[in-house]
């Protein structure tokens, strides 16, 4: 069908060219150019005027900026995903994974050193560990005995508030200076690790946030093309006079935009 409208239309530009050649010689030109234009629209299977529509593919729909965001700030890389772009979206959720295995990896490293710590106390230190709080161990690791401790609060705070009762279960004594600096290297590390878990904690955040900004750029950048290429449909209009005394052919090509 395409082949024989183009076909319709060369025949038409040519004849008329050839009415304008020959106009001077004769009506007998006139006669056969009118008998061959009279047949051109069954031809060609359009209108009088020649005209040719044929539509283009449709763009698909645009997608929504907010749910993108949403997307990422729960999963980061899946908004990238949902906008088309894979590769920043698996960028996105490759460093999501890397910080949550930094945050288990940290949390316990944390943990096994603070068991180290109290099991080492109970050792060189003689200290029961059960129901003991942060603070107490935090004491251990500046004064070599409870009764040391015990003895320089009440000369500085002249109280009893914050010292510890004296009996078996908040008993310490180091065996040595060099057991307690251990005791504090372990702990230091302890704390040190639980520090980093709580940073991948605020990078995890901060991971959603540029996830989603970014998310948003990807989505406006894609429904900016979608509606450069969404097209409704091309219409080709041809207007021939070559019958009258000023001949002319008129090409209109139009292309209509959502």
């Not at 906008?83 to 295995?101: D, N, V, Y």
């Not at 004064?143 to 008993?171: A, G, K, V």
């Amino acid at each position: 069908m395409k082949a024989s409208r183009l076909l319709t239309l060369a025949i038409v530009l040519w004849w008329g060219s050839l009415a304008n050649a020959t106009h001077e010689k004769g009506p007998s030109i006139e006669t056969s150019l009118q008998r061959q234009l009279a047949v051109l629209p069954s031809l060609a299977g359009v209108d009088e005027d020649l005209t040719w529509d044929w539509e283009e593919p449709q763009a698909g729909k645009r997608k929504s900026a907010p749910l993108a965001m949403a997307l990422s700030l729960a999963v980061p890389g899946a908004g990238e995903l949902y906008a088309g772009a894979k590769a920043r979206g698996f960028i996105f959720f490759s460093l999501e994974g890397g910080i949550w295995g930094g945050y288990y990896g940290f949390k316990s490293y944390g943990r096994w050193r603070e068991n180290d710590y109290k099991n080492f106390a109970a050792v060189h230190a003689g200290v029961n560990t059960q129901a003991k709080d942060d603070t107490f161990y935090e004491k251990m690791t500046y004064y070599e005995s409870r009764d040391y401790y015990n003895q320089i609060t009440r000369l500085y705070d002249r109280n009893e508030e914050n010292t510890y009762p004296e009996d078996d279960f908040w008993n310490w004594e180091w065996n040595n200076d060099e057991s307690r600096e251990r005791f504090r290297q372990l702990r230091n590390d302890s704390k040190s690790a639980n520090r980093r878990a709580i940073f991948m904690l605020g990078a995890a955040v901060v991971n959603r946030i540029v996830s989603a900004i970014d998310a948003y750029i990807a989505i406006r950048s894609f429904n900016q093309a979608q509606e450069f290429a969404t097209v409704k449909n091309w219409r080709l209009r041809c207007n021939a006079d070559l019958l009258g005394k000023n001949k002319s052919i008129k090409l209109t090509l139009r292309k209509n935009f959502y």
